[in-house]
């Protein structure tokens, strides 16, 4: 019998994908924090578009979406722990831009940690974006112990 390659695809975010969504988070908890994890992710899932990833109809990632101030900005997004690095971030990435680009929005936003706090968790996420070539469009202090930078990032969509 020939033996296909495991392969990862990317689909629409689905109810039948919530379950999957949040045991990824729960698997990274330096990345979201309790009140993320048992509230915010559960709650913002159900309201957002997006899309996952999926290998052997297992859910190993995901991004979440949500129109404001005339961006497309991206709510959450994670990939499971023993798969980072393989481009599957990206391939979610890329298809959040496809859809602002099908929808007529320009530009791909979010925020995240800024980079006055030391926290190696977040150096790698920033990297992430940096590589994709987001830049910081605003910066704000919060009274949030656990995120007293935020910084606003975007990127332009390309047509
Ligand atoms: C950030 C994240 C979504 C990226 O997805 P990914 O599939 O690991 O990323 P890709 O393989 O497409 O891209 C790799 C690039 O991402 C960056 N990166 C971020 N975290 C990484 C990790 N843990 N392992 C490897 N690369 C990582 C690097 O810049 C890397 O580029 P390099 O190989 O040239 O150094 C994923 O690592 C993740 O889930 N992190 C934890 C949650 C998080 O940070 N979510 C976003 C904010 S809520």
């Known amino acids: ?7 990862t695809h990317i689909e629409p975010l689905e109810t039948k994908h919530h379950a999957g969504m949040l045991e990824i988070v729960e698997q990274l908890p330096e990345w ?22 999926v290998r052997e109809q297992k859910v190993i990632g995901f991004i979440t979406l949500y129109v404001a101030e005339g961006r497309m900005h991206i709510g959450w997004l994670a990939v499971e722990r023993q798969m980072h690095g393989r481009g599957i971030g990206s391939r979610l990435l890329k298809a959040a ?22 926290y190696q968790p977040y150096e790698s996420t920033r990297r992430f974006y940096w590589k994709h070539g987001f830049k910081v469009y605003k910066r704000s202090r919060t009274d949030n112990p656990g995120c007293p ?7 332009r969509v390309k047509s």
């Not at 019998?1 to 392969?7: N, Q």
């Not at 048992?38 to 957002?48: A, C, G, Y």
């Not at 859809?99 to 030391?118: D, K, N």
């Open 32 to 53: 979201f924090d309790e009140t993320a994890r048992t509230r915010s992710v559960p709650v913002d899932i159900r309201h957002q578009m997006g899309f996952v990833a």
């Open 97 to 118: 831009e496809s859809e602002a680009h099908r929808m007529g929005i320009g530009e791909l936003a979010t925020y995240t940690l800024g980079e006055s706090v030391a």
């Open 149 to 155: 930078e935020e910084i606003w990032i975007s990127k």
């Open 1 to 7: 019998m020939r033996v296909e390659p495991v392969s």
